[in-house]
């Protein structure tokens, strides 16, 4: 195992109510994007959490893997529906990679057209 992924998911708990504690309003906002975001449920917990993940991973947060990891076991996603999200993050970041990777090619080409 990587991580304690348990005792990490802990210690950002604990580091959040310290946060909290000094300026409630970051946590207050925080937890007003996360509502917002559920509103309408039309896509049911589950799947939200399933694109947490995918999120998380493309963002490469831990903190973001544990906790949604964690919530998405708890919305009922099987290993293999957590998979299959990653499979999407995995396939556009590759996707993004080979996009941007054009714009090295334009950066190149516009730095030694003069030359």
Do not use: P
Request: proline share 0%; charged share 20%; aromatic share 4%.
């Amino acid at each position: 195992m990587m991580l304690d992924w348990n005792e990490y998911q802990k210690q950002i708990a604990a580091g959040n109510v310290q946060i909290g504690r000094i300026n409630h309003e970051i946590i207050k906002g925080y937890r007003g994007l996360s509502e917002a975001g559920n509103a309408t449920n039309l896509l049911g917990a589950k799947v939200r959490e399933l694109i947490a993940l995918a999120v998380a991973v493309t963002r490469e947060c831990d903190g973001c893997i544990t906790v949604h990891t964690d919530a998405a076991i708890k919305q009922g996603a099987t290993k293999e529906e957590i998979v299959e999200a990653l499979s999407v993050a995995i396939a556009v970041n590759a996707g993004a990679a080979l996009v941007f990777s054009t714009r090295v090619l334009d950066a190149f080409d516009a730095k030694t057209s003069s030359l």
